[in-house]
């Protein structure tokens, strides 16, 4: 006498294992702006959430993941101002040091009381 096994319900089992795995993981890749950001040894941690300044290797303004103009930046950088919200700079390594310090200084001439550069270790 031979025994039989009915495939059927172990395929079910397997194949609806594979509908929930493919419905709950993500394979959506969020898009971003890729920063490589410098390297210190005297970095400190910040705890304080602001507004965060991502400058690009080609100098280019993000804020809020979004593209803005310096004019923009500077509207926002006056409203941080009066709620004394800090900003974190984000740049890119290879971003040019003159373009960085012309937002640190647009920062400090609007008022905005903390703004910190983002490193990494």
Do not use: H
């Not at 006498?1 to 194949?15: A, K, R």
């Not at 890729?34 to 280019?60: C, F, H, N, R, S």
């Amino acid at each position: 006498m031979s025994l039989l096994i009915d495939l059927t319900p172990i395929i079910n089992v397997f194949f609806l294992l594979f509908i929930f795995f493919m419905f709950t993981s993500s394979f959506i890749f969020q898009p971003g702006i890729k920063v490589v950001l410098p390297k210190a040894v005297t970095g400190e941690v910040i705890q304080e959430e602001g507004a965060v300044l991502i400058i690009t290797k080609d100098d280019k303004l993000y804020m809020n993941e979004r593209e803005i103009s310096e004019e923009e930046m500077l509207s926002r950088l006056k409203i941080m101002a009066k709620n004394k919200t800090a900003l974190l700079i984000k740049a890119d390594a290879k971003a040019s040091l003159g373009r960085i310090v012309e937002i640190w200084d647009m920062c400090r001439r609007e008022g905005v009381s903390q703004a910190d550069i983002a490193t990494s270790e």
